[in-house]
């Protein structure tokens, strides 16, 4: 799951290291602080035909965006100024702007960070990962173990919040740049003078850019999606399984992700093929771990038994048909949200020992970043509002006639960058919240299909890898301070460009084709 939130990392630690750099970031927000409310207050009072409720949420909008970029508030504070502002203006009453917390998508969220919680706590993620490095042929080869990073933070990530899996999966790394470092100092392997090795920036810019790409897998992977999903869910009148979504997300996650390892050895050629000692210290980090603890097998189960049940209707309709009365039950009562609850819950009921009590315990929870739940909500009700006032039609129509008759290709292409760009300077789910309202309209003005462009930019809204600050895994790698700023730009703009094209093409081609959707 990638909310984009864990970003704020950039000021408080790497930053500590770079004092003219945050004189300029302090500076950046101070300008932000003020830009925000001169251009709510030009927008109220500009002469425009829209009503008054159209022209207040804009004024909402663009001061919330403008504080959700240059961060004058803490990311969730800005959230809730919007969503007090939007009543306070008179855009809608309190029960229909708070409405949006009453979603499903937010318990969806809440039961992913309950067991995210688990994991962290005891360290399952960190023996997962340990034992797909121990698979024979990884562990003595650089490229296969920088792949295998990627693979395994995709993997996770279908299912954990991605900064929870960069931050997971980054001690692991820095252990092995420690390995590469030394053995390359002893080789006489040649470097760059004073600068992090090209295969640590591998090894981590793999780790935080296959966890947020492989969140595009399932529904739940991230924030965005789930709030895309809903939109278009809504917008359409249509349902989106998880195994529908996982026909599309699957094999574009596939093919991005092949291209993401071509692209970051590509920009980062590591130089040694081999480290002898990588596969010793994986080994000897597996001993320390021990045998798996009670509190590891009850996550496990738990974990288990929510993606068991995320898998079952699906699995049911392929066997018993989706007029089976057993489907029809299973589904309707074992939507997502609900089995995020019950695997949550039930961490709370497996006994670890009669001493140490439960798994879980509610105390445990208090340490949980409950912010990314609160600007999930904020990003519900602006979208939501956006429908309901008509703003999204206006200000889609106004785009549309720039793009009138482009062609259905055209439009995806449109959608795909315009998501990419935003993703890249804020949050996936604020670039998700503000686009997909608007994005059919553009769709259908430029003879395009308007689900099928919707759903490229909620896949594209993922993207965002050149900028420390555009993904929390983005944030919590480069905090590490292994990563020059300029690779992370190069690499990232080869990843995004190559994400315009297999996401567009295979949003198409799935949906056409194969008649997914």
């Known amino acids: ?81 919007g969503l007090a502002l939007a009543v306070v203006l008179d855009v809608a009453s309190a029960s229909q702007v708070f409405g949006a917390f009453s979603s499903p998508t937010l318990f969806l969220l809440i039961g992913g960070f309950i067991i995210t919680r688990s994991m962290s706590k005891y360290g399952l993620g960190h023996r997962i990962a340990l034992k797909v490095l121990s698979i024979p042929g990884i562990g003595n080869s650089t490229v296969r173990i920088v792949v295998a990073f990627g693979a395994m933070a995709a993997l996770l990530s279908g299912f954990i919040d991605n900064g929870a899996v960069a931050a997971m999966l980054l001690p692991i790394a820095l252990g092995l740049v420690k390995t590469f470092s030394d053995d390359i100092e002893r080789g006489g392997a040649p470097s760059a003078e004073g600068k992090p090795l090209y295969l640590s920036s591998a090894l981590l810019l793999m780790t935080a850019y296959g966890a947020t790409l492989g969140a595009l897998m399932t529904p739940f992977g991230d924030a965005s999606n789930m709030v895309g999903r809903h939109f278009i869910e809504t917008r359409f009148d249509t349902h989106i399984s998880v195994m529908e979504w996982m026909a599309l997300g699957v094999p574009i996650v596939l093919a991005l992700f092949a291209l993401l390892c071509v692209a970051v050895l590509f920009i980062n050629p590591p130089e040694l093929r081999r480290i002898p000692n990588a596969k010793a210290q994986i080994l000897r980090s597996r001993r320390k771990l021990g045998r798996m603890s009670q509190g590891e097998i009850n996550t496990a189960i738990a974990f288990g038994a929510a993606i068991t049940l995320w898998l079952l209707p699906p699995i049911l309709s392929v066997v018993v048909g989706s007029e089976s009365p057993v489907y029809i039950f299973v589904e309707k009562r074992l939507s997502p949200p609900v089995v995020a609850l019950l695997g949550a819950i039930l961490l709370f009921l497996l006994p670890i020992s009669r001493k140490e009590g439960f798994t879980l315990r509610w105390q445990d929870t208090a340490a949980m970043d409950w912010g990314p739940l609160i600007l999930v909500g904020s990003a519900l009700a602006l979208g939501t509002l956006m429908a309901e006032t008509g703003l999204a039609q206006v200000l889609g129509e106004a785009v549309a006639e720039r793009i009138q008759g482009v062609g259905p290709i055209w439009v995806c292409v449109f959608a795909a960058v315009i998501a990419i760009s935003m993703s890249e300077l804020t949050s996936n789910l604020v670039s998700i919240s503000v686009l997909v309202p608007i994005i059919p309209t553009l769709a259908v003005a430029g003879g395009g299909d308007p689900q099928e ?64 959707l």
């Open 453 to 516: 462009a919707a759903l490229v930019a909620t896949f594209a809204a993922i993207y965002g890898f050149m900028l420390p600050i555009s993904t929390s895994a983005n944030a919590i790698v480069y905090s590490s301070g292994e990563i020059p700023f300029k690779r992370m730009i190069k690499t990232g703009l080869l990843v995004d460009l190559s994400g315009v094209v297999v996401v567009v093409t295979g949003v198409l081609v799935i949906v056409r084709f194969f008649g997914v």
């Open 1 to 81: 799951m990638s909310s984009g939130f864990a970003r704020k990392r950039i000021s408080e630690e790497s930053e500590a290291h770079t004092p003219p750099e945050r004189r300029r970031i302090d500076r950046r927000k101070l300008v932000g602080l003020f830009m925000g409310p001169i251009l709510m207050i030009a927008v109220i009072m500009l002469p425009t035909a829209l009503t008054a409720p159209q022209q207040n949420l804009l004024a909402v909008i663009l001061v919330t965006v403008t504080y959700w970029v240059f961060q004058p508030l803490p990311i969730p504070v800005t959230s809730l100024l």
